[in-house]
């Protein structure tokens, strides 16, 4: 299997080092593996970027982008699936919250994954969530929307934590924040979505960038978009008249 490990940071000057480690420790221990970690440093202002030049000295399997201004997370992310050169794409956030040792189960649901299962994506679901409670209930209500209108039951929908093909990831529609959207999205496609139960940290250190202004009411707009996108989709039954039968 040949992994692309993105990761989307802004302003993680504390928490670049030591994840990278332990994503570089994960993936060095998985057998036939090939792979590369990206880092897509999004207009940071601390020394995230200095950082992660100072690792990629020493390390040759980190790939570092930069955007020159903040374009936001998903952004961030689909210029890490456009500069990757392997078959799947893993991504995890910055900051330490997702746990690199959940990514084995990952590849390995799609080792075994069975033909005609039509498998599109793996994203974790945080059981133990290590958030506020303000922010654990705003994402329960959001799961429950999105399951609702949007016909797509992962339990969380938002989670960091994902791998799917490259190739259908570039086939997904592209708004701004769709990282929130991304099962339902790949439903739409026609592929099927799994979760798995992941573990969940606390911020390894810094803030969260997120608030309501970024989270609430954007999510509100994006959500009709996305039922928008997703009922003006047709899916054709394909079949070839040339040929062998
Ligand atoms: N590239 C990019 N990443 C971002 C941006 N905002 C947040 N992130 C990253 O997305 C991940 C999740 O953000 P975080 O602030 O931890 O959100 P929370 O865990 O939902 O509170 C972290 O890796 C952040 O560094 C952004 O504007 N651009
Ligand atoms: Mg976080």
């Known amino acids: 299997m040949n992994v692309s490990v993105i990761v989307p940071v802004k302003n993680e000057e504390e ?14 221990d998985q057998e036939n593996l ?31 982008l930069r955007h020159v201004t ?25 900051d330490g919250q997702n746990n690199p040792i959940d990514i084995p189960t990952m590849l390995e ?20 969530r290590q958030d506020s409670v303000i922010r654990k209930i705003s994402s ?9 209108l949007l016909n797509d039951s992962t339990p969380d929908s938002g989670c960091g934590l994902k791998m799917l093909p490259r190739s259908l990831f570039l086939r997904l529609p592209f708004f701004d924040h769709m990282h929130r ?14 979760s798995i139960p992941i573990t969940h940290r606390q911020r390894l250190a810094g803030t969260s960038k997120y608030g309501i202004h970024n989270r609430l009411w954007v999510g509100i707009v994006d ?17 070839e008249m040339t040929g062998k039968k």
Request: proline share 2%; charged share 20%; glycine share 8%.
């Open 15 to 28: 928490n670049v080092a030591t994840l990278f480690h332990e994503i570089q420790t994960v993936m060095a």
């Open 34 to 64: 090939v792979y590369e970690i990206i880092y897509v440093d999004d207009g940071s202002s601390d020394r995230t970027r200095q950082i992660l030049q100072e690792l990629a000295t020493t390390n040759a399997s980190l790939r570092i």
């Open 70 to 94: 903040n374009c936001g997370q998903s952004t961030a992310v689909l210029t890490g699936v456009l500069h990757s050169v392997h078959d799947y794409i893993v991504v995890l956030d910055g």
């Open 109 to 128: 649901r799609f080792t075994q994954a069975r033909p005609g299962e039509k498998l599109g994506m793996v994203i974790g679901n945080r059981v133990n």
């Open 140 to 148: 329960r209500i959001a799961n429950s929307v999105r399951a609702g």
């Open 181 to 194: 959207f991304m099962p339902a999205l790949v439903i739409r496609q026609g592929y099927a979505v799994k």
């Open 223 to 239: 959500l009709f978009g996305a039922i928008w996108l997703i009922n003006r989709m047709q899916r054709p039954v394909v079949k």
